[in-house]
RNA sequence: GGCGCAUUCGUCUAGCCUGGUCUAGGACGCCGCCCUCUCAAGGCGGUAACAGGGGUUCAAAUCCCCUAUGCGCUACCA
């Protein structure tokens, strides 16, 4: 699809979650572009909490969305939190404002009492849908006398407010869709306010953004037909709509949308699981965006930089943990060693003095692609007790060629250096290899050795780390503990 | 059912607006090779797509129409 937008200059944009569940990963891809448009523009984004459903609503839900934002880089300029001209940012601290607007329609005849009640409107609908008949609201109350409203009204019936759609064709500007037309008697006459006097989602949302001042409306897809009912209320109220961007669903591997079904759904998941927070932003933000060239790395402010809604793809877009994984990867390479054994602390259980652990945590750190891989690498062979061999390195070991000669060559050299650092231990790797070559030998021969000895293990961590860890005398007495246990063993 | 949106390798996408340079490019995955003390990582190579059908045109992935499929909306949910 082609989307050539132009730049979007000062874009007053929104994020508007609602607190029923932890920070969903789409969710945090519609907060991702918002925040995109927003800083890419010189603009602003707002923080909005629609907190309506008090059913389903919590404070934790809130803390975690939050967090969850800060967490991947996201801040926001106005918000419950930080304040703003333009407050209050909780929806259900704004629920006093929507009934003037809903008045104001009422009294311009745009609006209108609706006395139905849901099971009448139920009843009315399967009749319709019996006989094979679009149901859309019959406006049996828009029709009715003043005499039938009178009685109504001195019955007491609760009564719900209903936009009165015009006629025509309503136009939705889409930075992505272009011109989406629709018609409007593809709509029926929606409730804006429940018969409790609760404004619905359609007028509290085109209110707020109204009096908040949004420029541009970044949502998902499913938003794009609710959309038409916006623009007819913002017209009726006298506002100019706004630019809508309507990004396409995330949706799982099976092309459903993504769901608990598919597994971890919720940012904080992926905290959990060892992800980092600039590799999930990367990994979101090319979900449907390219930069128009090959690149594929980003930082959040890299992609402030390169980002353009014209690089946005309004097709589908699958979650695939397996891009996100190597994104990760990619992320993790990027940290000093140090960086790294900060984060992965959390996910370890082992406990090592500072400095060891940052060599244990470069030795392995190849090998994984979450933090939370650390648990899975052999870690363990760092507080094995010397001399102590499985039953397989030890049949390793027994089979080796010139093994004793080996061993001693290994001991020999260990006991020559003193010192411990990096540039030791490699050349120390570099003289085994050398030497083995003046005897003929194969590398293998002493090096294979050499790792069965110091660790007792056959996998592990490069011989140059393990010379690190224990340093250099340090591997020569694992490898005289080795050779006792050999002794011991032929005895 | 009605309406809307979408449709390039399995997945994310480049290309589409401004038709020819596309025997369709990149990335993930997968497969193979190399490297190698182990496991990896890394390097190199391979696999694989314009949903289908009609037009328009000298020429279509690119423009138009139809069909199919997927998704969404169609609530006194948000």
């Not at 009165?164 to 930075?175: K, L, Y």
Request: glycine letters at 8%; hydrophobic letters at 40%.
């Amino acid at each position: 699809m082609i989307n050539r937008g132009g730049d979007i200059q000062n874009a007053r944009v929104r994020f508007a979650p609602s607190p029923t569940g932890r920070l969903h990963l789409g969710s945090a891809r519609t907060a991702l572009f918002n925040w995109l448009v927003a800083r890419g523009s010189g603009g602003a984004i707002i923080l909005r909490l629609e907190d309506t459903d008090k059913e389903r609503s919590s404070e934790e839900f809130e803390r975690d969305i939050m967090e969850s934002l800060r967490w991947i880089g996201l801040d926001w300029d106005e918000g419950p939190d930080v304040g703003g001209g333009y407050g209050p940012y909780r929806q259900s601290e704004r629920m006093g404002i929507y009934p003037e607007y809903a008045a104001r329609l009422l009294e311009e005849g745009r609006a209108y009492r609706c006395y139905c009640t849901p099971e009448e409107l139920k009843e009315r609908k399967n009749a319709a849908v019996g006989e094979g008949r679009a149901w859309r609201y019959d406006r049996k109350c828009l029709g009715l006398t003043e005499e039938e409203r009178a009685l109504l009204e001195a019955q007491g019936r609760p009564y719900a407010v209903r936009f009165r759609v015009p006629e025509g064709e309503v136009t939705v500007n889409d930075v992505l869709r272009g011109e989406v037309k629709v018609d409007a008697s593809e709509i029926d006459d929606f409730i804006i306010m429940r018969s409790d006097g609760r404004a619905s989602f359609h007028l509290a949302v085109v209110v707020d953004d109204i009096t908040m001042e949004v420029t541009h409306v970044i949502r998902g897809d499913d938003h794009l037909t609710n959309a038409v009912r916006h623009v007819l209320l913002f017209t009726a109220l006298g506002a100019e709509p706004p630019m809508f961007l309507h990004h396409s669903l995330l949706m799982g591997i099976d092309g459903t949308k993504l769901s608990k079904r598919h597994g971890a759904t919720s940012v904080s998941d992926y905290r959990d699981m060892g992800y980092l927070p600039q590799a999930l932003v990367n990994y979101l933000a090319l979900l449907s965006w390219s930069p128009g060239n090959d690149r594929e790395i980003f930082t959040p402010g890299e992609l402030v930089e390169e980002f353009s809604v014209g690089g946005v793809s309004a097709g589908k877009a699958i979650f695939d943990l397996d891009k996100l994984n190597w994104l990760n990867r990619q992320h993790m390479k990027a940290l000093s060693d140090s960086e790294l054994t900060d984060l992965v602390i959390d996910h370890l259980d082992q406990s090592f003095p500072r400095q060891k652990l940052e060599i244990a945590v470069a030795s392995v750190r190849n090998g994984m692609e979450t933090l939370a891989d650390i648990e899975k690498q052999p870690l363990d062979i760092y507080v094995q007790p010397a001399g102590k061999l499985s039953e397989k390195s030890l049949k390793e070991l027994e089979k080796s060629p010139d093994l004793k000669e080996a061993l001693g060559l290994l001991v020999s050299t260990f006991r020559k250096y003193p010192s411990n650092d990096m540039a030791t231990a490699e050349g120390i790797v570099v003289e085994l290899r050398q030497e083995a070559k003046e005897r003929g030998w194969k590398a293998k021969t002493v090096l294979w050795p050499f790792r069965l000895a110091v660790t007792g293990q056959t996998v592990g961590p490069d011989l140059t780390y393990l010379i690190m860890f224990w340093g250099p005398g340090g591997c020569a007495d694992r490898v005289e503990a080795t050779m006792r246990t050999l002794e011991e063993r032929d005895e």
